[in-house]
Nanobody, 124 residues
Framework: QVQLVESGGGLVQAGDSLRLSCAASGRTFPIYTKAWFRQAPGKEREFVAAIGALGAMTKYADSVKGRFTISGDNAKNTLFLQMNSLRPGDTAVYYC?????????????????WGQGTQVTVSS
């Protein structure tokens, strides 16, 4: 069993940066594919970024490519999302996820464990 707790969200202005963290419990966390999703009010939860178990492979949604960076520290059971050049359209609740999928999956169904989310609000 894996439990995930996100932190680092907040209210920022357009162009600012934030770094989200996801602390995980459970010895198996390092072997999972990890990802960040987000959900804006009235919208479906959408894929943001994923990283493979060893951290060598990453994938990003087109909307964040070049601005966001996903990384992890398996020794500390922690996942990060560095968000630069934030835009009002990035406003959402951000969720970290972990799954047994061997692929950098972009669909929610591929991830078995989810955090409770952290709010990111970007003002114009």
């Amino acid at each position: 069993q894996v439990q995930l707790v996100e932190s680092g969200g907040g209210l920022v202005q357009a162009g600012d940066s934030l770094r989200l963290s996801c602390a995980a419990s459970g010895r198996t966390f390092p072997i999972y594919t990890k990802a960040w999703f987000r959900q804006a009010p009235g919208k479906e939860r959408e894929f943001v970024a994923a990283i493979g178990a060893l951290g060598a492979m990453t994938k990003y949604a087109d909307s964040v490519k070049g601005r966001f960076t996903i990384s992890g520290d398996n020794a500390k059971n922690t996942l990060f999302l560095q968000m630069n050049s934030l835009r009002p359209g990035d406003t959402a609740v951000y969720y970290c996820a972990a799954g047994k999928t061997p692929y950098l999956a972009i669909t929610r169904a591929e991830y078995n464990y989810w955090g409770q989310g952290t709010q990111v609000t970007v003002s114009s």
